[in-house]
């Protein structure tokens, strides 16, 4: 019988490349390894307890889990919740302020040091949510991410001419009762998707966007389930 996984739990600094400043990871690496890495991206709220949970449960699995602060630029060390309208209002002025362009910038910086990390195998997949799951489709369109992990991401109809430059996996989880991604926007995504076989799209019924956010507002038990069985086997696939 394999041996229990135990996490170490820290913080990285990461040099940007523009050269502007340092911004911090935070990090769980597991006990297991070799293994792959996951660069976990944030939603709207920041690195939150939501985030760092996720990326416990995927160092449980044995992988290296790295979760930048995207919104260091503007604010370093944002940390809010989906449970006050002031938290949503602020949640929100930090994505309308946000760069999408340096975050990716960003998020490649953090894949490179993820896969120098001790103990990693040099195989990194990302793992976005929200906002995040904008990003991590980005990072299937702009990065070498050896896998790309969106859920219920925002906006992914403006990235469809985009998708002839994925080449590496990239899996979708959407929500068909999505407030911020309504049917036309879900279409346009699948119709977009259906003739690359490297694009798998799941549409859980019946459920809210940030159906998968622990603790969150719309958290369904059962759909987070499933999807995040199919992002286990995803990144055992790939990750090894």
């Not at 019988?1 to 050269?19: L, R, V, W």
């Not at 939603?43 to 602060?69: H, K, S, W």
């Not at 992914?156 to 080449?167: C, H, N, R, T, W």
Request: aromatic share 8%; with cysteine; glycine share 8%.
């Amino acid at each position: 019988m394999a041996d229990p996984i135990t996490t170490i739990t820290g913080s990285i600094e990461i040099k940007a490349a523009d050269g502007s400043g340092m911004f911090k990871a935070y990090t769980v690496t597991p006990s297991t390894k070799p293994t792959g890495a996951v660069v976990v991206i944030q939603e709207i709220f920041g690195v939150n307890d939501a985030l760092r949970a996720t990326c416990q449960e995927i160092a449980e699995m044995g992988y290296i889990a790295v979760a930048p602060d995207l919104f260091w630029r503007q604010e370093p060390g944002v940390d809010l919740t989906d449970k006050s309208e002031a938290e949503w209002t602020k949640a929100f002025a930090l994505m309308n302020g946000f760069d999408q362009d340096k975050g990716v910038e960003d998020l490649k910086t953090t894949l490179t040091i993820a896969r120098a990390l001790p103990g990693c195998n040099g195989r990194v997949a990302t793992v976005g949510f929200c906002l995040g799951g904008r990003l991590a489709v980005m990072m299937a369109t702009r990065s070498d991410a050896d896998l790309n992990i969106s859920y219920y991401g925002v906006m992914l109809d403006k990235l469809v001419p985009e998708f002839g430059a994925i080449q590496a996996p990239l899996l979708m989880h959407m929500a068909e009762e999505d407030e911020f991604a309504n049917e036309e926007v879900r279409e346009a995504v699948l119709d977009g998707a259906e003739d690359n076989e490297l694009i798998e799209c799941y549409v859980y019924p019946a459920v809210q966007h940030a159906f998968a956010r622990v603790n969150g507002v719309h958290y369904d038990r059962r759909a987070a389930t499933i999807a995040n069985g199919r992002t286990a086997e995803a990144l055992a696939d790939i990750l090894g």
